[in-house]
């Protein structure tokens, strides 16, 4: 009697432990309510103003979205703007009308309004959600945050990291210069601001302890601003690409991210308890400090991990080469571009013409300058695609294929060793790279340029899959 009565307890015990914790548990991983709004955030620390931005829950970066893979994704965006917005999720291989581009695969979000997000993500990795209504301003004004797909089973790590890195564009007062889409920004290399900020903080310190080891996610939120990273004694093993894993491997070059793209490194800490090492940045002509980790005084252990870093393979369909068609893309003007005259609304125009109207480039000689022009590619799904994107202009172009992620196949003729499968492949001033993917996926796609101001200023094209 006194073994069943407490078994009859034990049970009705676990019922009311079990029942409330699963269901808040459920609600709180899987919905995310997310409202676009002004906020402010100390950027560049105690000694100035805090600097008014925009942001998800007024935030910047936005709130971290981090589920499983697996899991659906549902976050509802209210707009609390006085302007229009939508959301687009980033490298994410979803469903056309989840892909937030307003005028395109759905209707913007008017101040007010909210829009329901919902779809399971086909892939683990690391992606970032952000504005697609006048992104130029609106990403520049802090409409970003991450986006993170666990692997069933990650690699064993001490800390998951994420940093967005960012570039603002700052006035004495630490407020954002307002000159947003300025005619220079569109016809050379973008808004390149004057304040590189890890997760929203111009030079803080990260701190760090001897041994641990690091997954460190490296989001390029920038407007138009590319980086190439170096982490002093430390050698980062890249472990992802644009979200999807590459056979890891370890390098002292400094790590190359395109505005928008993304890469996952482990890092494992071995400087000198009490130490600093820098993180530099070296894309342009003046290296600068960009962060700082600094050693606590106690080690975590001797010597690093040596546990296996190795992510599952893409789960990404294989193009056939033998039977793709061949697709050419030639990136042409901006300044320095020797672009004299472009298919503007259907048009030969001259590109001084152009010009006037705020648009500087061109794929395959045509400006894409709105969202009802005529497909750059109209392919049946299913079809395999070989894509060759040529850039001759003066400027490097991160390229971003919404829905896909395409499979490098050469870099200036050369062929790669080792799978690499991008969404946003930085493409470097008189460089050619050779793509491969199958167009299953479908719906109207952008291609477009991700250095924002280039995108704006006419640097775009649609990829309709029927
Ligand atoms: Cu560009």
Known sequence: ????????????????WLTPT????KTASMAFELTAKPGKIHIVGPDFPATD??????QVPGVPIRIKLGQSLDATIHNALEVPTAVHWHGIRLPNAMDGVAGLTQAAIQPGDSFRYQFVPPDAGTYWYHSHVNAYEQVGRGLYGPLIIEEAAPPK?????????????????????????????R??????????????????????RTGERIRLRLINASNARNFALSFGDLTPTVIAMDGQAVTPFATKEPIVIGAAGRVDLILDMSGDPGSKTSVVDSFYREPFDLTKFVYEENPLRESALQSSIDLPPPNIPEPDLQNALVQEVTIAG???GGLRRAKFNGEWVGLREIAQQGYVWALNNVVGN????????????GRSIRLTIRNETAFPHPMHLHGHHMKLLSINGQGLSEARWLDSPLILPKQTMEFAFVADNPGKWLFHCHAL????????????IT
């Open 370 to 381: 709105r969202l009802d022009m005529p497909p750059l590619m109209d392919v049946k799904k």
């Open 453 to 464: 101001e280039h995108h704006a200023a006419g640097l775009g094209a649609l990829v309709n």
């Open 334 to 336: 901006g300044a320095m």
């Open 157 to 185: 790590v001490d800390r998951d990291l994420v940093w967005m890195i960012d570039d603002w564009r700052l006035r004495d007062d630490a407020s954002i210069a307002n000159d947003f889409g300025a005619g220079h920004d």
């Open 187 to 208: 016809s050379h290399a973008g808004r390149i601001g004057n304040v590189p900020t890890v997760n929203g903080r111009f030079r803080d310190i990260i701190k760090v």
């Open 53 to 58: 931005v925009w942001g998800f829950n007024a």
């Open 1 to 16: 009697m006194k073994r069943r009565q407490f078994l009859q307890c034990g049970a009705l015990n676990a019922l009311a």
């Open 22 to 25: 699963v269901s808040a548990k």
